[in-house]
């Protein structure tokens, strides 16, 4: 069989980095990275692997699968199936209205062309306010912090890693995720970079995590105090006069409110809540402001707390006090080539954004960006009354491992009344589905990171064509999605998915301000997701076709980020809000628990593994192989006051529920901290994951409460969550 090679970016993190496929027939020969990739450079992490081996996985979904009378989910045609879906859904709205559907948006999608173009059709064709998605435990306090400065949810700035010579991170391990609301590949090669050339890498993390291995210094700090830290550092800034925001402030509006904000942040005040001695706050801030060209980055954990908006809002104060916001070396804006609202410069005026249109029924948090906290599905399904969820939707998302309480969530999924559920494996989520619609595998569609490559260290293009063609029997995710909105729509189960299709493209050209007659000529006959991005790419900053790009295999470098303000602000008042109202409002909230008097309570944090990314890739034997990962970190002196033992088991209890899980004594876990990865726990009825099944871990999220969100964003708790701790001395299961 002669051998071929394709050029693949992985699809598997927010690092996009370049594969070289060999492939033989059908088969996946070979993996590794693409050397000539303009971003990557050869970089891959032994996640990539997964690319094969999610191919070749035989517990992928293949087709689709229709609940039977005997309650097996049983094989089906695409016409069966989606006829199935409709009698749901139809039966669901015509009781309950639209709100009645729930759709919940996994995180895979982000990677996911189709899903990028055609998802936002689907849920505007379906017309819940009961949107859910993996934001709300993960990433939103940033977008709201982000949209509520500058006037967009992903107008995030990034670490300019290639030019800055003092890096602050807190809560990150970029070292394991390669990068998150980051775009970048090779993270230790770039933060190793930022020390050869004189520069200094500081990490404040409760784990000494790779990434704090790899630092200048690290710092432990504990979990949820981040804010305070941030504040302190802000503190210090104003009372040793160090701000120097240059020509920012020129662009800013509310920069005097942040002095007396800051007054009662005195590091000497918050160190003991940190556990950080205040003279090194004092040396932090010092440092950070004598830097040259120096960035503050945050990430999950600064994110998943209860003051998340908080301290996401503070990391880029930090930014425009120091004069790095938008220049080379410090914080700065990327200039994505297709799919950015902000791609084109403009006044700097726009509508920021909204947020709180609308409220979740039962526990009245706000929407942001659309959506509600994914925190408030599981009462919205198991509250009775007028606007009760009663049907979901779920794209490429298991909340039954990744939302909080995960155990009243599953009870709720299992008495819902329809569910449809479009993923590429029968897991903890799908398995309660009564149709399932298969997704296809990575290397049977293109690809083109549309979200990402707007948070990317670099500005670069890079699109792949499929590497295998279409198994037979698959149908592309794209005409699932919009088959699925004809339903939604109410047009039945064979809707005209080309007459979608063709109202998708032209509100994309309209979108752009081009006419879009002349536009949709110029890209036809393309059709699909390659027509759509081949319009956002011509009416983009670079004026990209999609040819450029297929000419293109290992990607198009558009250059270092170059600095965009005020052209990327789209505020009402057209400059940066560094003291916006919610934020402020929220303020006196961080004051009280600065005042909680320190309980010793130990408190459990997640945490990010290279080989693992959530919980979709533990199927997959290459990536799970070898010694169990799903191990409690504790600190030698809390496993010797626990009476744990080293590979002995603890029994986890906190408010929301109780796991059992094999001990890891460490001193790179803080004293008081103990630290459990997410998305595992793989050992029940149902689901059709042979390999994760035989490492099943424990699932972290039963220990995390629903009720605990950071109110400005709704993002869930998960990260600081009181726990106790004690031996397993035998075989006795974990209470119910
Ligand atoms: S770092 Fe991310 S994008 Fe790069 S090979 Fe690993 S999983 Fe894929």
Redesign the pocket.
């Known amino acids: 069989m002669e051998a071929t090679t394709a050029f693949r970016t992985?699809p598997?993190?927010?690092?996009?980095?370049g594969?070289e496929i060999v492939v033989e027939g059908d088969r996946v020969t070979r993996v590794r990275g693409d050397a000539d990739d303009v971003h990557?450079h050869g970089?891959?992490?032994?996640?990539?692997t997964g690319v094969k081996a999610l191919h070749e996985d035989p517990d992928r979904v293949r087709t689709p699968l229709v609940r039977d009378a005997s309650g097996r989910l049983a094989p089906a045609t695409w016409d069966e199936a989606f006829a199935a879906v409709d009698a749901g859904l139809s039966r669901v709205i015509a009781a309950g209205g639209r709100d009645a559907v729930a759709a919940y948006v996994g995180n895979p999608n982000a990677h996911n062309l189709d899903s990028m173009v055609y998802g936002p059709a689907l849920l505007r064709a379906l017309g819940s306010k009961n949107v859910y998605t993996a934001s709300t435990v993960d990433q939103m306090p940033k977008q709201v912090s982000c949209g509520l400065m500058f006037g967009g949810g992903l107008t995030v700035p990034v670490p300019d890693v290639d030019r800055c010579e003092h890096l602050l991170i807190l809560g990150a391990n970029p070292l394991a995720s390669?990068g998150s609301l980051l775009t970048a590949?090779d993270m230790r090669g770039r933060l190793r970079a930022i020390r050869a050339r004189g520069g200094k890498v500081v990490v404040f993390d409760p784990r000494r995590s790779r990434t704090a291995e790899e630092a200048s210094e690290h710092h432990f700090i504990r979990p949820g105090t981040d804010a305070l830290l941030l504040f302190a550092l802000v503190h210090v800034l104003f009372e040793e006069g160090l701000t120097a925001p240059g020509t920012l402030a020129d662009l800013c509006e509310g920069l005097d409110a942040l002095e007396p904000l800051a007054a009662p942040f005195a590091p000497e005040a918050v160190a003991p809540a940190c556990e950080i001695a205040a003279a090194q706050i004092r040396r932090v801030a010092r440092e950070l402001a004598a830097a040259p060209r120096a960035a503050v980055y945050g990430r999950i954990g600064t994110c998943t707390q209860e003051f998340g908006t908080l301290a996401s809002w503070l990391v880029d104060v930090l930014n425009v006090l120091t004069g790095n916001l938008d220049r080379p070396g410090g914080a700065m804006f990327t200039r994505a080539a297709a799919g950015s609202r902000t791609a084109h410069d403009g006044d700097g005026r726009g509508r920021g954004i909204r947020m709180g249109r609308w409220h979740s029924r039962v526990r009245g948090l706000p929407e942001a960006f659309g959506e509600l906290p994914v925190a408030c599905l599981a009462e919205e399904i198991d509250t009775p009354g007028e606007g009760q969820v009663r049907a979901l939707l779920t794209l490429a998302g298991n909340p039954a491992r990744s939302a909080p309480n995960s155990a009243r969530l599953e009870r709720a999924l299992e008495s819902l009344d329809f569910m449809v559920s479009v993923d590429v494996y029968v897991n903890e989520t799908t398995r309660h589905a009564d149709v399932v619609l298969p997704g296809v595998s990575p290397l049977e569609k293109a690809h083109y990171d549309l979200a990402l490559l707007q948070l990317s260290v670099r500005n670069v293009a890079n699109y792949s064509p499929p590497v295998l063609a279409l198994s037979e029997g698959a149908q592309p995710e794209w005409r699932t999605l919009l088959r699925l909105a004809g339903v939604a729509a109410g047009q039945g189960p064979d809707a005209d998915v080309d007459a979608f299709d063709d109202l998708v493209a032209f509100e994309i050209a309209r979108r752009a301000g081009a006419d879009p007659a002349p536009l949709l000529e110029a890209v036809a006959p393309r059709r699909g997701p390659e027509r759509a991005l081949d319009l956002m790419l011509r009416t983009g900053p670079y004026e990209l076709t999609l040819d450029d790009l297929e000419a293109a295999p290992h990607g198009i470098d558009l250059g270092p980020l170059e600095p965009r303000l005020p052209g990327v602000l789209r505020t009402p008042s057209g400059r940066i809000e560094l003291a916006p109202a919610p934020i402020v409002e929220d303020v006196p909230r961080l004051r009280a628990a600065l005042a909680r008097p320190a309980n010793g309570q130990l408190v459990l944090v997640g945490r990010r593994q290279l080989r693992s990314?959530n919980s979709w890739m533990h199927n997959l034997e290459p990536l799970v192989k070898g010694p169990d990962r799903c191990t409690m970190h504790v600190h030698p002196t809390d496993a010797e006051r626990c009476g744990l033992q080293d590979g002995g088991r603890a029994r986890v209890t906190s408010a929301a529920g109780t796991v059992d899980a094999p001990v890891e004594i460490t001193d790179a876990i803080m004293p008081g901290v103990v630290s459990l990865p997410h998305g595992w726990g793989h050992d029940v009825d149902g689901v059709e994951l042979r390999v994760a099944t035989r490492h099943a871990g424990a699932n972290s999220n039963l220990l995390a409460d629903e009720t605990q969100v950071d109110p400005l964003s709704g993002n869930a708790v998960l990260n600081g969550i009181p726990v106790e701790l004690a031996p397993v001395h035998d075989a006795a299961p974990v209470p119910a």
Request: aromatic share 12%.
């Open positions: 992985c598997f993190c927010e690092a996009t980095c594969l990557s970089f891959l992490c032994p996640k990539a390669n590949p990314n």
